[in-house]
């Protein structure tokens, strides 16, 4: 005879569950009490948000199903910001949530909250375990729509005396998903379409998102596009996916995204788009995006199309088998010459205004830090200016090496999910950006950090604003700076150092030499190149802006270049 | 108006999945009628949608685990005309005190 809570975790094992995080509570304690033993690592975080956040980042780094725990009431409604998280990054996720014994449940019980119901429209599946029976299936279940087609996150709450009963236990079982006579997917006649479209166009483009990455489809993708040879460019998701170095590579698209990549986005006649939901950051004003355009959407959820913008020519399936089918097609035709739009899309009227970032030292800081991270870095980035900086400059061509909160804009994200970046990249250097603000929503697992003795390196771009909000005020809002001053900041390098971590700060004025002083990159390299935990705290001039930037509603084509 | 008929394998939360979709666009249901039909369920909506919506709402009901089928029409107005469900009875302030 086994207990409920023994059952879930050798499910969990079964399901190739190796982590996980976690803040114990009355309801789950049971599984906590089970924990000993079970194969499964678990991490204590400081706060469940930290937790989710956590997993999120094990998950978005590996690919696997990163795994949350925790109890009822609070503890669950603590996770709701993460999953909502999952949700809109496509992040394989599953919550474990304890409830109340199954008695109390609808009696407003204390701790008691309808997590199923609070999560319904933000998770893929869950479950509200009803007997102990239940549990081996509900958990197969569960990380089967985790992991298959477009990942996300899945709930399943248990009440705490079914963590407790004992059963006869036969082993985990496996999930047999039922037929769905409607599954929609692309016949192989789209690439006849496509290569038409192709040869009919003049101005072809080719926009990645996170798909590419999520399916495996990388290789083969590079590969289409080094045939293809067309302007390119990526969503913040989408950055790694393609070498920055190639030729036709634009950078960034969107709201803050590269001068030459949101023009060449409004001029083409013809938008390849592998794995992007097409979102409002990316399109700007959805009824004047790429204009002149057909659209061609690469795309494995079909509830993702026309979302903003409808397109012509769906392409539903997995890119890791639609890129290779319609390469293979493709390798039959020969393509016009594209190379006159290529160097009109990539000229030097199109450039940065500013490349090397001189007048404005965070980015210099960014540039310096990211040219000399080691091989096997991983960059994770908060929510805000230097977020958006952070993706600017990015410079990388591996898939999962910049991980950021980018559909939901979680502040608060970057830390915990640097702790699990980090365990499960042991020998990575896991570089952390965060903003002063986004940074105090999940302060509180330095303490993880530093239980750990995680190598994690954490930056703080401190500004003493809210610094995108501030940007906006400043634009949008005639310089009002409602509540969004941070003077008043504690003192980061004390508070690290409270936490056993050591801590220094650089000031902007070290980014004001080209090149930086001997000193300042000894500073940088010995940072980055450290054996444990060490936060940087980075005093920058508090009204500087991100630019370019395509102001809410407007059209690609109407991007601020500078303040104006 | 249109009417769509959505079926699903009745598993906890999926009417409410499919009724989410709905109500997080802020469109009313004048009419939701949901019931066991040969081995599956079924619901009933009857939505007042553009074009554009319609699209989305298919996308959105099949993206949903144990949706099987998602079919509609135009609705034809004779059949709702009536309001569904009928208008409830008010209880009079002297019965009330009563």
Known sequence: ?564 | MQVFQIRYRNTQGTLMRILNAVSRRALDMPSVHADAVEHDHEVTLVLAVNQKQIGQLYREWYSIADVTHVRSGAAQTAEWTTPRPPAGLSMGRAEARA
Request: charged share 20%; proline share 7%; aromatic share 8%.
């Open chain 1, 1 to 564: 005879m086994l207990r409920g809570a023994d059952i879930t975790l050798q499910c969990l094992r079964a399901e190739g569950v190796e982590l996980m995080f976690g803040y114990p509570g009355g309801a789950i304690m049971p599984l906590y009490d089970a924990l000993d033993g079970s194969g499964i690592r678990h991490v204590l975080t400081r706060h469940e948000q930290g937790a989710v956040f956590a997993a999120e980042g094990y998950a978005r780094v590996t690919g696997n199903v990163g795994v949350a725990i925790a109890t009822s009431g609070p503890g669950a409604t603590n996770l709701v910001t993460g999953i909502a998280d999952a949700k809109m990054d496509s992040v394989p996720l599953v919550c474990i949530t304890g409830q109340v014994r199954s008695a109390l449940i609808g009696t407003d019980a204390f701790q008691e909250t309808d997590v199923f119901g609070v999560t319904l429209s933000l998770t893929k599946w869950s479950r509200l375990v009803r007997t102990i029976d239940e549990i081996p299936e509900v958990i197969a279940e569960g990380f089967h729509w985790a992991r298959s087609g477009r990942p996300g996150p899945v709930i399943i709450d248990i009440p705490t005396d079914m963590l407790k009963a004992k059963k006869e236990f036969s082993g985990p079982v496996k999930f047999v998903p039922h037929a769905r006579p409607a599954e929609a997917k692309a016949d192989g006649g789209f690439t006849d379409t496509i290569v038409a479209l192709l040869k009919q166009a003049s101005k072809p483009v080719a926009l990645v998102g996170a798909g590419a990455k999520l399916s495996g489809a990388i290789p083969d993708l590079r590969r289409l596009l080094d045939h293809l040879n067309i302007p390119t460019f990526a969503t913040v998701h989408g950055l790694g996916a393609v070498p920055p170095q190639s030729p036709y590579y634009l950078g960034m698209v969107g709201m803050h995204g590269t001068r030459a990549a949101n023009t060449a986005l409004h001029e083409t006649d013809l938008l390849l788009v592998f794995g992007a939901r097409l979102d409002d950051r990316v399109t700007g004003d959805p009824s004047r995006f790429a204009p002149h355009a057909k659209i061609v959407h690469f795309e494995i959820d079909p509830s993702q199309l026309d979302r903003v913008r409808p397109c012509e020519m769906p392409v539903i399936g997995d890119l890791a088998e639609t890129i290779p089918a319609f390469h293979a097609e493709l390798r039959r035709h020969s393509l016009p010459d594209f190379a006159e739009w290529r160097s009109v899309a990539s000229g030097p009227e199109r450039a940065e205004l500013d490349p090397r970032g001189l007048a404005q030292p965070t980015i210099r800081f960014l540039d310096e830090m990211f040219s000399r991270l080691p091989e096997n870095s991983v960059v994770l980035a908060d929510v805000g200016q230097h977020q958006m900086w952070a993706a600017q400059r990015y410079r990388s061509s591996s898939p999962r090496g910049f991980i950021t909160s980018g559909g939901l804009g979680a502040m608060g994200f970057a830390l915990p999910a640097a702790v699990g970046v980090q365990l499960a990249k042991p020998d990575a250097c896991v570089l952390c950006v965060s903003g002063d603000g986004g940074f105090q929503m999940n302060i509180q697992e330095l303490a993880t950090v530093h239980r750990l003795a995680l190598p994690v390196k954490m930056v703080i771009v401190d500004n003493k604003y809210l610094g995108m909000v501030r940007q906006w005020q400043q634009l949008f809002y005639e310089r009002n700076y409602a509540e969004t001053d941070l003077s008043d900041n504690p003192d980061f390098v004390e508070i690290a150092k409270a936490y056993k971590i050591p801590a220094r700060r650089l000031n902007e004025e070290a980014m004001r030499e080209f090149p930086v002083s001997a000193y300042t990159g000894d500073l940088i390299d010995g940072f980055l190149r450290s054996q444990g935990p060490e936060l940087l705290v980075f005093d920058c001039a508090p009204e500087a802006n991100v630019f370019p930037m395509v102001p809410a509603g407007a059209a690609l084509s109407e991007m601020l270049l500078e303040e104006e």
